[in-house]
């Protein structure tokens, strides 16, 4: 079993700060990849920035500047620090990863956490 569990999520007001955690749990040898995505009401999940184990980062246009994603290998543990946030970044927060679990072989899973719920509001 591997499991992702976001938490740091909650209700800003406008210019806030909040930084999101993703623990990651189980039976996991090594991790491709990390990524936050996120999905606001009505609308389509959207990737928001993604972490290579290589230490490559790509964000979505409308987030650079103002998120930014890191992780702790020692931990398994991804973060994302938010600054600035305004009402378009209400949404919920996914963690998403690639996981090579130590009871296989072959090409890495995708998980999904269950999300966190992020809402900017004065």
């Known amino acids: 079993q591997v499991q992702l569990v976001e938490s740091g999520g909650g209700l800003v007001q406008p210019g806030g700060s909040l930084r999101l955690s993703c623990a990651t749990s189980?039976?996991?040898?090594?991790?491709?990849?990390m990524a936050w995505y996120r999905q606001a009401p009505g609308k389509q999940r959207e990737l928001v920035a993604r972490l290579y184990r290589g230490g490559r980062i790509t964000y979505v246009d409308s987030v650079k500047g103002r998120f930014t994603i890191s992780g702790d290998n020692t931990k398994n543990t991804m973060y994302l620090q938010m600054n600035s946030l305004g009402p378009e970044d209400t949404a919920v927060y996914y963690c998403?990863?690639?996981?090579?679990?130590?009871?296989?072989?072959?090409?890495?899973?995708?998980?999904w956490g269950q999300g966190t719920q992020v809402t900017v509001s004065s």
């Open positions: 998403n990863a690639d996981i090579y679990r130590l009871d296989e072989t072959g090409a890495p899973r995708n998980y």
């Open positions: 189980g039976s996991i040898f090594s991790i491709s990849a």
